[in-house]
């Protein structure tokens, strides 16, 4: 069987190396590029993201990453953002009194988590719905977190024929979003690459659905 291709997005983000060795080893095709005609050429695209929201976003439009996001998507092309590489897909994030302008592919505004130790770093557990496809069989197992900020709300409501997204959430001091199956566009707050295990076939069941 063909294995998938897939980019990871390199535009500067500091965990392109271990997403793509993770993905290598879920059984895909990995290449480490922001070329526009590779991007779009792939069976699937990862967007990493480590450290500031306004920091990836500044990286990101460097390369134009909106563009290359927004035209895969714009063809039903799969995407997967990762921790900070989520956040930003969403309209805002508010770091330290700042507001950034995300992606803007969800709505929503991007929060430090009310928790009484940050950043929110380790293990941790998930809620994912029954039909979810990303945490088919690994609903019960433990994910690699680290970070202080998340999305905590969920406001997309689609209207026939679109179909609702597919949410999961796991709680630091707050409730906030742990991951989000919407369409072609997947995310996970927590790191997949650094997950062991589950974290692979986390990758190996979004690699399935490409």
Known sequence: MKRPTVVVLDYGSGNVHSAAKALELAGATVELT?????????????????????????QL?????????????????????????MQVLFDNGVERGNETPGLGEWPGVVRELDAPILPHMGWN???????????????????????????????????PPMKQAKLTWSEHGSRFLAAVENGPLTATQFHPEKSGEPGIRLLRNWLASL
Request: charged share 20%; proline share 5%; with cysteine.
């Open 34 to 58: 922001a070329d526009r005609a590779r991007v779009s050429a792939a069976d699937g695209l990862v967007v990493p993201g480590v450290g500031a929201f306004s920091a990836v976003m500044n």
């Open 61 to 85: 439009n460097a390369v134009r990453g909106a563009e290359l996001i927004e035209r895969r998507l714009a063809g039903g092309r799969p995407v997967l953002g990762v921790c900070v590489g």
């Open 125 to 159: 557990t998930v809620e994912a719905p029954a039909d979810s496809v990303l945490f088919d069989g690994i609903a019960d197992e433990r994910f690699y977190f680290v970070h202080s900020f998340a999305a905590q709300d969920w406001s997309l409501d689609p209207t």
